[in-house]
Structures are given as C-alpha cells and as structure tokens.
C-alpha cells in the first residue's frame, strides 16, 4: 500500500469527481476514429495561483475556439494524475502535460503527443534546489547575478554559470532521513520524480518513505514556502523564482539555488487517441498558429511561459518514461 497506493486512490478519486462534471467533446469514436467532435475540452493543471490560471486558460481556448471553428472548453484539474484520468475517460479531448504525465496519457490513456513547448529556445529543463539554509546545502560561496530574465538572484555550487543539469548534485547528499522537502505536484516531473529520484540517488533514502515528502500544488507556491521558512529545502523548474518577484521583490535574496537536476524533456500537448488523425493534426496547427499571433504568444506564456510549440518526439519522451518506472510510476 504506502504513498504509491494513495496515488492511485488519488487518481480513481479525481476520475470520480470529473465524471461527476459531465463529458469531454464527444463519445469515443474506436481506435480508428470517428467523427470530428462539435466541441472540444482543454485540460490543464495548476502551475500558478489556480483563479488567475482559470482566467488566462479560458484566454487561450478561445483563440484556439477561433481558429479551430468549434467551441474549446477549458478545465483546470487538480493534478497531473487528475488530468491523465479525464484523458482516459474521455473528460478532456486535449491536455497539456509535464512529460511524465505526458508519457502517462500515452501509456494509461493511449493518448497521442503532437506538440512540445519550447523555452528560452531549447526544449528541455531541469529541476531546481533551493534553500533558506545556504550554511548547509551551499559548498561553495552564494554569489548573486542577473538571471536570462534580468532579475539578480542567489546561487550557489556553479547554478550561476552552468547551463544545462545535473549541477550541485552532492549537496543533495546533505538532506538526512526524516527531512522535509517541499515538492510540487506527485505527477510533475521537475517538482517530484527527477527530485526524488536525485535523493534516492544521492543518499540512499528512499523518497517514498525516508523523508517528509510536501506537496505545494504549483511551482511558484514551493518558492513560496521556501522563501517564508515553511521548508529548508524545495524544488521548481528553473527559475520559477521569476514567477513570484512582484509578490516578493526580496525573493532573489531569500531563496538560494543550490542544484539542478538532469535535463527533463519539456511539457507538451496529448490529444484523446480516439480522434481521427486529420482533427489531432488540426488542432496541432491550430495551437501553432495561434502561438504565433502576439495574441497566442501573450496568452500561452500567461498560462505555462510558453514561448514555442514544435512537433512532439517520441523518443526524447523516453528518458522521462525511464525515469517513472525506476521511480515506480
């Protein structure tokens, strides 16, 4: 049983509650396809404060809605897993995933990738480490310096300098048995399975059982705790530090970047497996068109700092499935 048997509960639980809400944009149509659905469902799941996410989702929707010419419905669930479960069910037609739960639609709810994100040019990320306590995670000195962004924020054990993961990984090694860590989501690939896969790694303690795993439901939010001494140690994608400096100016200076994970290929977009091929191609350019537009860019960088989309690859998406089922997702 344990915390793997509570995350299925979890999922058949969010499965529930979305039924209870009614049904995505059309029946299933076979493996074959069937019928373009009159409507679609857009499904996404917190990555900052839920109300304004809400808002900029329905934002984009109905730029997709316009350029698709069929109404697109847009959902916040609670979760990743609550997302791969609408796919499965057929509450959501389209879904923007983290990419182990990108791979999860694909292997659960035979789901079919079409798109990636594209972030400061390059289609992967990292997970960043972070700390209130650079006494004790930080083996080199903290140096501040301007981030791609602009802002000036605190780094330590080469964060500063490097430019792709793993970084730091052997401060990692001084988080001890029975530590509480500040995750983001049990779904999410840089705010859980590449961390805790680095821990179990790097000092032999199972994250499932061995230290007091918290889930903070978006990345901003684990900034956030870190930064108020809720947690010594948290994690995010780099730098979700930015998400947060008008909320807190004094950010860059109380929350330390200590490490990165490896490279995580980037998020993306899964149709429902059941839509006829044609339609799933429609909605990829659909969604590339209106990225294209500054009305689109706008949009998709309020809902997820989407700056890109390029055709999804299957393969790099393995790394991530790798890493779920050594973790035992």
């Not at 010419?69 to 796919?87: F, H, K, N």
């Not at 439901?217 to 870190?226: I, M, R, Y």
Request: hydrophobic share 40%; glycine share 12%; charged share 20%.
């Amino acid at each position: 049983m344990g915390k793997r048997a509570a995350r299925v509960a979890g999922m058949l639980a969010a499965g529930a509650l979305l039924a209870a809400c009614g049904g995505g944009g059309g029946e299933a149509a076979g493996p074959d396809g069937g019928a373009a659905p009159e409507r679609l469902v857009l499904g996404l799941v917190p990555s900052a404060e839920v109300d304004q996410l809400v808002i900029d989702a329905e934002g984009l929707g109905e730029l997709i809605s316009a350029e698709l010419g069929i109404p697109v419905e847009t959902r916040v669930t609670d979760s990743y897993s609550a997302l791969v479960v609408a796919m499965q069910t057929g509450q959501a037609d389209v879904g923007l995933f983290g990419p182990i739960a990108l791979v999860q639609s694909v292997d659960q709810a035979g789901a079919v990738p079409i798109l990636q994100s594209v972030r400061r040019g390059t289609s992967t990320y990292h997970t960043q480490w972070m700390t209130n306590d650079p006494a004790r995670f930080c083996t080199t000195p903290v140096v501040q310096a301007p981030n791609p962004e602009g802002q000036v924020f605190n780094y330590c054990n080469g964060t500063d300098t490097a430019e792709t993961g793993p970084v730091g990984e052997e401060a990692i090694g001084n988080i001890a048995e029975g530590d509480t860590v500040m995750f983001v989501d049990e779904g999410s690939a840089s705010g859980y399975y590449y961390p805790a896969t680095q821990i179990q790694q790097v000092t032999g303690i199972d994250p499932l059982t061995g230290i007091d795993a918290q889930f903070a439901g978006g990345h901003p939010n684990s900034v956030l705790a870190v930064a108020r001494g809720d947690v010594a140690v948290g994690v995010s994608f780099d730098d979700a530090r930015n998400d947060v400096v008008e909320e807190d100016p004094e950010i860059g200076s109380k929350v330390t970047v200590f490490a990165w994970s490896a490279e995580i290929p980037n998020d993306g977009v899964a149709v429902r497996g059941d839509l006829p091929e044609d339609f799933r191609q429609r909605i990829a350019d659909a969604m590339t068109t209106v990225i294209e537009t500054p009305e689109g860019a706008e949009a998709f960088d309020a809902v997820y700092s989407i700056e890109g989309l390029v055709p999804a690859d299957p393969e790099a998406l393995d790394v991530a499935r790798q890493v779920a089922a050594n973790f035992g997702g």
